[in-house]
Structures are given as C-alpha cells and as structure tokens.
C-alpha cells in the first residue's frame, strides 16, 4: 500500500500559484483604485465602498474591509486595522503597529 502512495507527484508551483495572494495583483485592480505612494517605495490600494463609508484595502499579501470611523471623517477601522488618510501622510495600523506610512495619493494622468 506505501509503495503506491509514493508515486503520488504534485506540481507544487501550481499548487502555489492557486493558492498566492501576492504576484501581480495590480492587474486585478478596478479601474478606480486609488494608490498610495509611501516612504521605503511601499504603496498600497484601496477602492471606496457603499458611498465613502467604507474601504477595501489591497496590499501586495492580503485585501480586506475597513470601515468608516463614526466619529472621524477620514479614517477606517475595522477594531484591528486602522487607516488615516491625509493629504500630507497617509498611515496604515495594523494592531498599533505602522504598516505604511508617509503615504499619499498618487493622482492620476487620466481625466
């Protein structure tokens, strides 16, 4: 019975490239993602939702949703993360952490 298992083979470059969140995301990106330049040539993406009221957040590993503040305008949590945009610097938190910062808004050439 072992001997048959061991011709089990597995291409494990396409088991990983299934399974990867990273590679070249930015081609999967809507058109009206908006980037974020930041210090250490980092950037990251995020696309608005529901009005303004919320966020969701594209980094070269993960995406997730952040919420709109209640009680301030321009930033997004979800209790864990917390995303502060400003003209001047832009930061993202993860768990009081700095992810990103120095970041701002890349303006677009189109329009």
Do not use: H
């Amino acid at each position: 019975m072992l001997s048959s298992c061991s011709t089990l083979s597995l291409d494990t470059d396409k088991i990983s490239e299934a399974l990867t969140w990273g590679g070249d995301k930015n081609n999967s990106l809507p058109k009206n993602a908006v980037t974020f330049e930041c210090a250490k040539s980092q950037a990251f993406f995020i696309q608005y939702l529901d009005e303004k009221n919320a966020v969701w957040v594209v980094l070269k590993n993960r995406e997730f949703r952040l919420n709109k503040s209640p009680d301030q305008t321009n930033t997004f949590t979800n209790g864990d993360t917390l995303l502060e945009i400003n003209p001047d610097n832009t930061i993202l938190k993860i768990q009081e952490q700095v992810l990103y910062d120095l970041c701002k808004e890349k303006k677009s050439l189109e329009g």
